[in-house]
């Protein structure tokens, strides 16, 4: 298992450029099942979760061709189309699970494994009921079986419904909107999650033809359409990685020039550092941070869907919060385990106490150097900050979980002014 050996304190100056968005590509890259169409998708990132989705849509019989060192795919249907996803490539990765729906819509059967990833739910797991009951909604028909595979099936095309999420999901949301594009009639749904990463998905299927409009603040409505057609599309920029860089920058006295980003996704964000001290101008797709001699503290974080501040943020804040002047809180109200990292920031120094969902950071922390641990993918960004901000030596270890959904994180922050250095 790969470890990031981090010299610290070091502070960061120069050009980041933010890769193609995780979380977009992935829902992007399952409904490719939909085309009989070549479609052509770019700007994609080099990371671990992508390959196990590119793997995936091999294993059910798509072409892969790779252009610009990975970053652009052509993805192309075969006659040798398959409809089983297995466990051993959905066990890491929970955006997996979003081959299941158009599978069924296509091609009126599947059989899928349920999936893995982050673990940010304690004991609850990752759940899929919201994806499998409004599924049902819409006439998918399945069983569980042995091996905890999910047996699906429809009669025909999939049905237009109107359904209401009880809960606002991001994967859930999508999984309906790319299974709902080939269905009889029209789809109206409503609480659905308005993350840019939905609206890219929409977008790109709506390049291809698809009927999919906003009909309310939180409502979609989707026309079904018959076939779609080839497309060439770029994914939007990470919105986590460009506030993960905007707060390595705040942390460190850096100055950095953020690029490849619309900074008006990150508008919250944004906002917040500049409470903390930092000096932000934004120009189109550039954002140009100075970090602040001392960091004024944010009273109290709260994560809600967006445009509120992101979960997978919460991490990277709580570091910043470490070394801001003062007590700060962080109410998480999106994962039940968002905090396992804030034992292994203890290590380095920080002073944190957990009750329930809510995190009281005690500030003024100067991070020692220590061994840590990452335990889910934005946690290992959180460690690998303060790493950066650390006085001596840090080890990180189990940085798979970061390899996941960072492109390239060590050498990005090297380029800038860090020392990180990767152990094999
Ligand atoms: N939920 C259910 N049942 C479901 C689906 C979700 O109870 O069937 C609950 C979840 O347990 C959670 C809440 O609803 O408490 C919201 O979860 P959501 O479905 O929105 O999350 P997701 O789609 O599984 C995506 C991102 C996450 C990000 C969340 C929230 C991808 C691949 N993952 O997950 O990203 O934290 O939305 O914004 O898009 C990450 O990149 O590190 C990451 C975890």
């Known amino acids: 298992m790969d470890k990031f050996v981090i010299k610290g304190p070091s502070i960061l100056k120069g050009q980041v450029l933010i890769s193609g968005s995780k979380n977009s590509a992935l829902p992007i890259l ?10 052509v998708i770019q700007n994609l990132p080099r990371v671990r979760d992508i390959d196990t989705m590119l793997n995936l849509l091999k294993s059910l019989g798509s072409k892969i061709e790779f252009f610009n060192n990975k970053k652009k795919v052509r993805i192309t249907k075969t006659k040798k189309q398959k409809y089983f996803a297995s466990y051993s490539l959905l066990k890491t990765m929970r955006a997996g699970i979003l ?20 673990v940010l739910n304690g004991n ?18 399945y069983k569980i079986k042995k091996g905890g595979y999910i047996y699906a099936k429809s009669n025909g095309k999939l049905k237009g419904k109107t359904l209401k999420f009880q809960t606002i999901s991001v994967g859930a949301s999508q999984h309906l909107i790319m299974s709902s594009i080939l269905s009889n009639g029209k789809t109206t749904l409503h609480n659905v999650a308005t993350e840019p ?3 890219d998905l929409i977008n790109f299927l709506n390049s291809a033809g698809a009927n999919i409009k906003w ?11 018959n076939s779609l057609k080839e497309t060439n599309y770029t994914v939007m920029g990470d919105r986590i990685e460009a506030g993960t860089f905007c707060v390595a920058a705040t942390l460190n006295k850096g100055n950095l020039l953020i690029k490849g980003f619309d900074p008006s996704l990150i508008k919250t964000e944004l906002d917040l550092l500049k409470k903390t001290g930092a000096k932000i101008k934004t120009v189109e797709d550039t954002i140009h941070i ?8 944010i009273k109290h974080l709260v994560t809600k869907e967006y445009s509120g501040f992101p979960t997978d943020l919460a991490p990277i804040f709580m570091v910043l919060l470490c070394k801001a002047s003062g007590r700060s809180s962080i109410t998480e109200n ?7 990292h804030a034992m292994e920031l203890q290590r380095l120094g920080a002073k944190i106490l957990i009750k329930k969902n809510k995190a009281v950071i005690e500030g003024n922390t100067n991070f020692i150097g220590a061994e840590v641990m990452s335990s889910d993918l934005r946690a290992s960004a ?10 001596g030596t840090t080890v990180v270890s189990r940085i798979y979980h970061c390899d996941r959904g960072y492109e390239s994180i060590e050498k990005k922050l090297n380029k800038v002014g860090a020392s990180i250095r990767r152990l094999n």
């Open 382 to 391: 959180a460690l690998i900050l303060a790493g950066v901000s650390a006085k």
């Open 99 to 118: 081959v299941l729906g158009p599978l069924v819509s296509k091609y009126q059967k599947s059989i899928v494994s349920f999936p893995g990833g982050c």
């Open 30 to 39: 399952a409904s490719t099942l939909l085309f009989d169409k070549p479609v």
């Open 197 to 199: 990463e939905v609206v």
């Open 124 to 141: 609850s797991g990752r759940p899929i009921n919201l994806h499998l009951s409004a599924l049902q909604k819409l006439g998918m028909k």
């Open 290 to 297: 100075k970090g602040p001699q001392k960091i004024t503290k």
């Open 334 to 340: 999106i994962f039940q385990s968002r905090f396992m």
């Open 215 to 225: 009909v309310g603040k939180r409502i979609c409505q989707i026309i079904g359409v």
